[in-house]
């Protein structure tokens, strides 16, 4: 659990850099998608929702599988987080140091002065 809440917390973050570098991608071929449609004249939609324009069309398919492929890695990159976090909650909660102090030390400040005295547990 000690190390798996670290490699966890890793795989977060490690799954959003790529989440985020296929959205720029994407967003990059967005960007082309749009250029090219300036470039050649409107981009017309057919009856089914497609482009009329085969070059447009397969640019757009090209959009929406960077836009899944980022969905994809930044869902997981949220999941891994999400059980890092809970890692460290349950390591928080465990137990640390012996289950039963046979006898403690203790040191009492008072008025008249310092107390020093040994405490047993039956």
């Known amino acids: 659990m000690h190390y798996g809440k670290w490699a966890a917390l890793g795989l977060a973050a490690g799954f959003t850099i790529f989440g985020v570098q296929s959205h720029d991608r994407a967003d990059r ?8 449609c300036r470039s050649t004249g409107p981009c017309s939609l057919g009856g089914d929702g497609r482009y009329a324009n085969p070059t447009a069309e397969a640019r757009y398919q090209r959009v929406r599988s960077g836009d899944r492929t980022a969905r994809a890695w ?30 403690s030390p203790y040191v009492v400040g008072g008025r008249l002065g310092t107390l020093i005295g040994m405490q047993f547990a039956w």
Request: charged share 20%; no cysteine.
């Open 29 to 36: 071929d967005f960007g082309a998608l749009l250029t090219y």
């Open 74 to 103: 930044l869902v997981g990159g949220q999941v891994a987080l999400v059980g890092g976090a809970v890692l460290f909650v349950i390591e928080l909660r465990r137990r640390k140091g012996p289950e039963n102090i046979p006898f």
